[in-house]
Nanobody, 124 residues
Framework: QVQLVESGGGLVQAGGSLRLTCAASTRTFSNYAMGWFRQAPGKEREFVAAISWVGGSTYYADSVKGRFTISRDNAKNTVYLQMNSLKPEDTAVYYC?????????????????WGQGTQVTVSS
């Protein structure tokens, strides 16, 4: 069982930045592809970004490409989502997710483990 704990959410003005952090409780963190998803009120959860288990490949939703950056630190069992140039439409609960060896699974909206989520609110 892997526990994922997100932090770093909050309220920010449009154009601002936030960095989300996801800490994973596992000794085999490097075996997991990691991802971020979000769910806005009244909408379905959507894929935001993913990083491969070796960290060499990253993937982004078109809506965040060029503004968000996903990265990981395997020594700290942590994955990050740096969010710049935030827009009101980025307002959502952001979830961290993990998939054993498969970023393909994450990119298709599936995961082996999910975090509880952290709220990001962007004011206009």
């Amino acid at each position: 069982q892997v526990q994922l704990v997100e932090s770093g959410g909050g309220l920010v003005q449009a154009g601002g930045s936030l960095r989300l952090t996801c800490a994973a409780s596992t000794r085999t963190f490097s075996n997991y592809a990691m991802g971020w998803f979000r769910q806005a009120p009244g909408k379905e959860r959507e894929f935001v970004a993913a990083i491969s288990w070796v960290g060499g490949s990253t993937y982004y939703a078109d809506s965040v490409k060029g503004r968000f950056t996903i990265s990981r630190d395997n020594a700290k069992n942590t994955v990050y989502l740096q969010m710049n140039s935030l827009k009101p439409e980025d307002t959502a609960v952001y979830y961290c997710a993990a998939s054993v060896y498969s970023d393909h699974k994450l990119r298709n909206g599936l995961a082996d483990y999910w975090g509880q989520g952290t709220q990001v609110t962007v004011s206009s």
